[in-house]
C-alpha cells in the first residue's frame, strides 16, 4: 500500500520500521509500530503527566480493565470508568469529566473529588486521573429541595440519596466553567409504609468553576435550575409508589453549553427523558439564566412554564412524558447548529443521533426533513449504534456524547462511554465495564446527489491519532468488514464481509460498484438503486491482535434511515 505523505513523517518522528509499496491488499498498512503507549508515561498525580509521543505508537490498554479496576490502580485507568464525559481545551490540556460512575464505585474511595473525577489528555489518546470538584454534595441542594417542599406543603426528606450525574464543561476565558446535576434518589418504593403520594425525584443543576483544574480546585457558584412541572403546585400527587405519569415536563438534567459565534450569547440546553429539551441564554458574567429567578418550579399551563424555564427545542415524541431521548450536546458549524442526542436505554440500547437548525431555537430537522422540535418522530442520521465486528465482542451503549472540535485544528471529536457486552469472558458483570471512546468525525453527503449537504457520523474505529497520509483508489483494493447501522432496539449489528476489486465491482455484503475520490477520501457505492458516499480515514483497528493501522469508513443516505460502517481487514 502506498501511504507516500508518510514517510517524509517517518523520517522526521523516527517511527521503528515501515514498509512501503505493498501491492498486495492482504498485506498489513504501510505503518508499523512497537508495542506500548508513548514509552514515556509515569504512573501518578497532575503533576506526573505522560508527555507527548516523540514516535507514532498505537495504543495497548485494554478494552476489559477489570483487572485494574480497583482504586489503587487509579492511575492506570487511562479512559477507564468513562460515563457520560464532556470535554474541554484548558491551558495546553483536555480536560474530561463524566457522571460518578467507575466498576466497583472504586472512584468513591478517593480522598479528594470524588464527584464527577475527571482526566486530562495532550493527545486525546492517552489520559490521566484529575480530581473531580467535590466530596459532598453542595449544601444548598439539600437546602432548596427542603425550601421547594415546603412550599409545596410537603415535609423534609430525611436522608437525602444524592446521584451525580453528567456535567458539561467549557472554555470561558481565563477558566473553566463546569455544570454539574444532583439528583435527589429518594423515591418511596411499593409496599413501603411511609409513601406519601409525593415524587421524591427530583433534579438540580448547579456551577463551579475553577482555574486550577489539575488540582480539582473549583468554587461552587451554587443553583441554576431544577426539575420543573406544568401540573401545578399541587400536581405531583401520585396514586401509588408505581405511578410513573411523569409529574415533570423538564427534567434538570444532561445540561449541554454553547457559546454561540454568530451572536456571542451563552445558551444552556438540558433535560432528559420528559418532554423533551429546554433552551435557557446564560448571562456570560455570572454563569445564570438572564432571567433569573426563574420563579417556582412549576405552571399551570406550558406556555407559564416554558415562558421561565426554556422553550422546548426538541422531543423525541411529541406530547409523551416519556420520549427516549435525553443528553443533549450542539455545536456551531458553517451556518447550522447541530443537536446531537442519546436514545433509548443507557446498558445496551443507547445510540446516538443528530439533527440541526438554522437558528438556535429551532425548528431542528433531521436528515430527511422530520422535525424535531414538534415530535415528528425518530430521526436519523444514526451517529453511533451497537455494533460488533468480527474479532471482538464489540461495544453497546454507545452515547450521552460530546462534540468538541481540535484545539487549533479543523476535525471534530465525538466522546462517549462504550460498554461491553453482558457475561463477556464469563463476567456477569462486564456490561458495568465503560471504556471512554473518542472517535473522529466525518463530514459525508446525505446523498451522492448533494455533495454539499454534508452531516456528522463517527468513525468505527477508536482515535489513536495515526498520522496523516494520502490515501488512494489503490490502497482500497482487498477484503472488508461492513456493517449496516440500521436502528434495532437493544441489538448489536454485526459485520459481513466486503470485497472491492480492482475492476471497481463489489461484491459480498454489497453487490455493485465502488468509486473513489481521492482529493476528497469519499468512496461511492452504487448498489442497485441505492448511492451511498462514505468518507475514508486511517485509524487503529483495535479489535485485531496485535493492533495494526487500517482503512475505515462512515456515511450515511438519506434514503436508508442507516449508517454504514467498514474497516478493512488484514
Known amino acids: 500500500m502506498r ?111 470524588r464527584h464527577f473525577p475527571g482526566k486530562r489528555s495532550k493527545d486525546l489518546v492517552n489520559w490521566t486521573y484529575v480530581p473531580g470538584p467535590m466530596n459532598d454534595a453542595p449544601a444548598w441542594v439539600a437546602d432548596s429541595l427542603t425550601a421547594i417542599r415546603a412550599r409545596m406543603g410537603l415535609d423534609p426528606i430525611k436522608n437525602i440519596s444524592y446521584g451525580y450525574w453528567a456535567p458539561v464543561v467549557r472554555n470561558i476565558g481565563d477558566r473553566l466553567r463546569m455544570y454539574y446535576c444532583i439528583v435527589i434518589n429518594n423515591n418511596i418504593k411499593t409496599g413501603s409504609t411511609d409513601f406519601d403520594g409525593s415524587w421524591g425525584e427530583r433534579a438540580f443543576i448547579g ?27 399541587d400536581g405531583w400527587a401520585r396514586p401509588n409508589a408505581n405511578n410513573w405519569d411523569g409529574y415533570f415536563y423538564y427534567n434538570a438534567i444532561d445540561p449541554t453549553y454553547l457559546v454561540d459565534d454568530p451572536s456571542g450569547k451563552h445558551y444552556m440546553i438540558y433535560g432528559s427523558w420528559h418532554s423533551g429539551f429546554a433552551l435557557l441564554e446564560i448571562d456570560p458574567a455570572s454563569g445564570k439564566p438572564v432571567n433569573a429567578p426563574l420563579g417556582e418550579p ?168 495515526v498520522p496523516e497520509q494520502k490515501i488512494t483508489a489503490e490502497d482500497l483494493v482487498g477484503t472488508w468488514e461492513h456493517i449496516s447501522l440500521s436502528y434495532k432496539y437493544a441489538e448489536q449489528r454485526t459485520s459481513r464481509k466486503l470485497e472491492l476489486a480492482a475492476d471497481g465491482t463489489v461484491s459480498g455484503a454489497l453487490k455493485g460498484t465502488w468509486t473513489y475520490d481521492e482529493a476528497k477520501k469519499w468512496l461511492t457505492f452504487e448498489v442497485g438503486e441505492d448511492k451511498v458516499v462514505v468518507c475514508v480515514e486511517l485509524e487503529v483497528d483495535w479489535e485485531a491482535s496485535p493492533r495494526d493501522v487500517t482503512l475505515v469508513y462512515a456515511g450515511t443516505e438519506k434514503s436508508l434511515n442507516a449508517t454504514w460502517w467498514g474497516k478493512k481487514v488484514q
Request: net charge negative; charged share 20%; proline share 7%.
Open 298 to 465: 412549576w405552571a399551570d399551563s406550558v406556555e407559564d412554564l416554558t415562558a421561565r424555564y426554556g422553550i422546548r427545542v426538541g422531543t423525541r415524541t411529541g406530547g409523551s412524558r416519556w420520549q427516549g431521548s435525553e443528553a443533549p450536546e450542539v455545536i456551531y458549524k458553517d451556518g447550522w447548529y447541530y443537536l446531537f442526542m442519546a436514545y433509548d436505554g443507557l446498558d445496551v440500547p443507547y445510540n446516538t443521533r443528530v439533527v440541526r437548525s438554522e437558528k438556535i431555537e429551532g425548528p431542528y430537522y433531521d436528515i430527511t426533513g422530520r422535525n424535531f422540535t414538534n415530535g415528528r418522530g425518530d430521526c436519523y442520521p444514526i451517529v453511533t449504534h451497537p455494533y460488533q465486528f468480527s474479532q471482538g465482542y464489540g461495544w453497546v451503549g454507545i452515547s450521552h456524547c460530546c462534540i468538541f472540535q481540535e484545539e487549533g485544528g479543523d476535525d471534530w471529536f465525538y466522546c462517549s462511554q462504550g460498554r461491553l457486552p453482558v457475561n463477556v469472558g464469563g463476567n456477569a458483570y462486564s456490561n458495568a465495564i465503560m471504556m471512554g471512546h473518542v472517535r473522529k468525525i466525518v463530514w459525508c453527503p446525505a446523498s451522492a446527489d448533494e455533495p454539499d449537504n454534508l452531516w456528522p457520523i463517527a468513525l468505527p474505529e477508536r482515535y489513536a491519532a
Open 207 to 233: 456551577m463551579c468553576e475553577s482555574t486550577d483544574p489539575a488540582s480539582g480546585v473549583w468554587e461552587d457558584k451554587g443553583y441554576i435550575v431544577c426539575s420543573s412541572t406544568d401540573k401545578g403546585r
Open 3 to 113: 501511504f507516500s505523505r508518510l514517510l517524509s513523517l517517518v523520517f522526521v518522528l523516527g517511527i521503528s520500521a515501515f514498509v512501503a509499496g505493498c501491492s498486495d491488499p492482504a498485506e498489513p498498512t504501510g505503518i508499523q509500530t512497537g508495542p506500548g503507549n508513548s514509552g514515556n508515561e509515569k504512573p501518578g498525580g497532575p503533576g506526573d503527566e505522560p508527555q507527548p509521543p516523540t514516535e507514532f505508537i498505537i495504543p495497548e490498554y485494554a478494552d476489559d480493565y477489570s483487572s485494574i479496576a480497583s482504586w489503587a490502580n487509579h492511575d492506570k485507568w487511562n479512559l477507564a470508568n468513562v460515563h457520560d464525559p464532556s470535554i474541554a481545551y484548558y491551558d495546553g490540556y483536555y480536560y474530561m469529566y463524566g457522571t460518578d460512575a467507575s466498576y466497583g464505585n472504586e472512584h468513591l474511595k478517593a480522598s479528594t473529588g
